[in-house]
């Protein structure tokens, strides 16, 4: 039962679509109510899904794609400056400039393989962020990163009067507008930045889902098994391999659009290698290669360093406070470099657990519960078997 | 007439000379055996025909046409295909899928930007890959991976993924190699039933002599790079020249 319903698009799709939807009240109770977070959430579960096609299908690890992640808040901030504060043409440009730098720089490093492609990607994309500070700062604004202003052309806006800088919308409607509902003694916030993230996020996991059922993402799959079968069996790898990394790059340049989207700052550490690092992880932690993996790697991610790095010693003496003073002392001193600032240390020690004893990721977790549950299940059904036949006898 | 024609063939590997101006014809729809011993270039020479060594000098023609320069995907889409000495299959994915990939390439070429199709109701290219596994025997579930058959059924595997894509021109490097007896006999037969129903020109290396004898119509021995005899079957048997190139070996190891 269980197979079919893992295989069953359509029931995906829907459960899927119900957990986006009710995330914000699923989420509330533990904390993740705020609008902020469920963005991260949708926002980075898009730029993991988009890498799991590249790395999870064909096995190719970049460690660059932040470069495109970057490239696209740039292209929407433009777009935001000069045309209009509407999101949609922003979305549409970062698409196409993520589009046109993923098909140069997977070109060229696709061109090796394994870990000379990774150090490639790593290169371009440091290579990208250094030329944010340096050459491209007419069109960055280097370190103090792109900005709206109120002298901003926005052709197709109506002249602002009103002194104040304008928000991204959606055809009129606010992104940061946040709708308050009362129920069932809980307050509930509709955030309409997040329902658009949302939908966003639905439609990227859907063209996701197709490509994993697809001829197309066949043959990536069988890239990532054995290239030189494939090669022998009449298959060109590279426009395969190329295609695969162009589409995680416009992932990557849509997640970069959408955040400036609900926050509109562009800068330049979006692109450093420790966010191409992050996505690697996401990646990793959710399940590699699997459909849903990455987006709740993703989730797992930025709500740890939501709730890690708002920890500072203070709110640890106050966990410890039950202990005498000296013990106490003791505890916050151990656990203190794990939290706050230190939070990646943390992230590293979750990492290293996960992959050492789930090396399939949080998926994989998962589905040994389910599978656990339903042997247990199975066992007492064969019990109750037994002791009715008894019985009969 | 002939399919493949190799002329004058040399390749060096820095001191060693691994094949000294060989000359070889398949003629269409025939099995040809190259036999020699270990070694003698075999692996060498069939690596010169599907793109993966570029012989130092001479050329090889498939169909007329040089295959020189050209690549192992542009020169599988010509209508080559090989099985490798070592089978060499997609561990990951099921067994189905593996003969399903080969009959895609077979269908859309080196290339195809399939993105919104599904695999899943491609049920001609399934059938075809159903049928085929079935013709070379493969009983197991369909749907398992394949990482966990026994070589010989991996072989099978490799097989079927060749057959499905109908080509011009099969090549076979040592299929038996590793295998017992009996495994070896029920290759040969395969071998045998695959030549009465698909009617595909066949090249197949080989090491061990008795193996050849019953399937080829024609035999080249290579003995350190160069081709010593090329011959029927019944006329190599008793051939002292290849005597002594296996002398010191046990005769059909
Ligand atoms: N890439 C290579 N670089 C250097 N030497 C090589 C290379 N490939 C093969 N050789 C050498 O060339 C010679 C012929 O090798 P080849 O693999 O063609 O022999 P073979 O007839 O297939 O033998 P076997 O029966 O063991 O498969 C051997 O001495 C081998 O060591
Ligand atoms: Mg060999």
């Known amino acids: ?393 | 007439m002939a399919i493949l024609e190799v002329r004058n063939v040399s390749k060096r590997f820095g001191g060693l000379q691994a094949l000294d101006d060989v000359n070889l014809s398949v003629e269409e729809g025939s099995i040809h055996a190259i036999i020699g011993p270990n070694g003698a270039g075999k692996s060498t020479l069939l690596n010169c025909f599907v793109g993966r060594l570029m012989p130092d000098t001479g050329t090889v023609l498939f169909q007329g046409k040089s295959l020189l320069g050209k690549k192992p995907h542009e020169i599988n889409q010509l209508g080559v295909s090989r099985v490798f000495q070592t089978p060499e299959i997609f561990t990951d994915l099921t067994i189905l899928e593996n003969v399903m990939i080969a009959a895609f390439a077979k269908r859309d070429g080196a290339f195809s930007f399939n993105l919104f199709g599904r695999v899943k109701k491609e049920t001609e290219i399934r059938d075809t890959a159903e049928k085929i596994l079935h013709d070379v025997g493969l009983k197991e579930q369909l749907t398992h991976s394949a990482s966990a058959m026994s070589r010989g059924d991996k072989r099978r595997l490799e097989l079927a993924m060749c057959l499905s894509q109908d080509p011009k021109l099969l090549l076979l490097d040592e299929p038996t190699a590793g295998m017992a007896r009996a495994d070896t006999n029920a290759t040969i037969d395969l071998l045998k039933e695959i030549s009465a129903t698909h009617n595909i020109t066949k090249v197949i290396i080989e090491h061990d002599m008795h193996v050849v004898f019953s399937l080829a119509d024609k035999i080249s021995v290579l003995a350190q790079g160069t081709v010593i005899v090329e011959d029927k079957p019944e006329n190599i048997k008793g051939n002292p020249k290849v005597k002594e190139a296996y002398l010191g070996e046990a005769e059909g190891e």
Not at chain 1, 220 to 242: D, E, F, H, S
Not at chain 1, 261 to 286: F, H, K, N, Y
Not at chain 1, 355 to 363: I, M, N, Q, S
């Open chain 1, 1 to 393: 039962m269980f197979a079919n319903l893992k295989n069953n698009d359509k029931l995906i799709m829907l459960g899927f679509t119900i957990m986006v939807f009710a995330g914000p009240i699923i989420l509330a109770p533990f904390g993740a109510g705020y609008p902020d977070l469920l963005q991260r959430f949708a926002i980075f579960g898009i730029f993991a899904i988009g890498f799991n096609i590249l790395f999870g299908l064909t096995g190719y690890l970049s460690f660059g794609h932040a470069a495109f992640l970057g490239v696209g808040s740039y292209s929407a901030m433009w777009m935001f400056k000069l045309l209009t504060m509407n999101v949609i043409p922003a979305l549409i440009l970062s698409v196409i400039i993520s589009a046109l730098f993923s098909v140069v720089i997977g070109y060229m490093s696709l061109r090796r393989s394994g870990i000379y492609f990774s150090i490639l990607t790593l290169a371009f994309a440091q290579m990208s962020y250094n030329l944010a500070y340096s050459v491209f700062t007419p069109v960055t604004n280097g370190e103090t990163g792109l900005q709206l202003r109120l002298q901003d052309a926005r052709i197709l806006d109506a002249v602002n009067t009103s002194g104040s800088l304008p928000s991204p919308s959606l055809f009129g409607l606010k992104l940061s507008a946040t709708t308050v509902v009362e129920a069932f003694g809980m307050r509930f916030q509709f955030n309409w930045g997040f329902y658009f993230c949302a939908i966003v996020l639905i439609i990227m996991f859907y063209i996701s889902l197709r490509i994993f059922r697809s001829p197309f993402g066949l043959m990536l799959r069988a890239v990532k098994t054995n290239q030189n079968r494939l090669n022998y069996t009449g298959i060109n790898t590279r426009p395969y391999t190329l295609g695969a990394f162009v589409i995680s790059g416009v992932y990557a340049g849509l997640a970069g659009a959408l955040l400036v989207c609900t926050d509109p700052l562009a800068g330049a550490e979006r692109m450093q290698w420790t966010a191409s690092g992050e996505v690697v992880l996401m990646t990793i932690l959710g399940g590699a290669g699997t459909l849903i993996g990455p987006v709740i790697g993703a989730g797992a991610i930025k709500y740890a360093e939501n709730i890690f790095s708002k920890i500072n010693d203070t709110v640890l003496e106050g966990y410890f406070a039950f202990m005498p003073e000296t013990i106490s002392d003791f505890f916050v001193f151990i656990v203190s470099p794990f939290v706050g600032e230190g939070w990646h240390l943390m992230l590293g020690l979750i990492f290293m657990l996960v992959v050492t004893f789930l090396p399939g990721g949080l998926v994989e977790g998962a589905t040994r519960i389910t599978g656990w549950i339903v042997s247990l299940g199975k066992k007492s059904k064969s019990v109750d078997a037994n002791g009715s036949t008894e019985a009969a006898e």
